[in-house]
């Protein structure tokens, strides 16, 4: 069976640093890619970052490349998305979802909708 739960959002001034948790099973990772999503208010969902679970490949946005990381803790079945540099734009409800290996080979950000599970998504708000 299929688990994602994401932990770690926060209230946090701009140019501040959070670690997302998304905190799944052995199952999901033998069976699909993990990606990070976020939902701004009233706008639809978006990729961020994303790991190919099969050879640890990872991929971002261009909007947060140099500012994220995405990491696997390979002792744990958590996968992580460090943001440095928080940015008011940067605020929302982070996702993590898992993407089918079966019918992709690769993570890929979008569309969103390709993914097959999700989270119930951690909040992450960015304001002076």
């Known amino acids: 069976q299929v688990a994602l739960v994401e932990s770690g959002g926060d209230s946090v001034q701009p140019g501040k640093s959070l670690k997302l948790s998304c905190t799944t099973n052995q199952f999901t990772l033998d069976g699909y890619h993990l990606g990070w999503f976020y939902q701004a208010p009233g706008r639809a969902r978006e990729g961020i970052a994303c790991?190919?679970?099969?050879?640890?490949?990872?991929h971002y946005d261009d909007r947060v490349m140099g500012r994220f990381t995405l990491s696997k803790d390979n002792t744990k079945t958590t996968v992580y998305l460090a943001m440095n540099d928080l940015k008011p734009d940067d605020t929302g409800r982070y996702y993590c979802g898992a993407l089918s290996r079966r019918h992709f080979s690769d993570c890929k950000l979008n569309p969103w909708n390709d993914y097959d599970w999700w989270g119930q998504g951690t909040l992450v708000t960015v304001s002076s």
């Open positions: 790991i190919n679970t099969l050879n640890g490949a990872t």
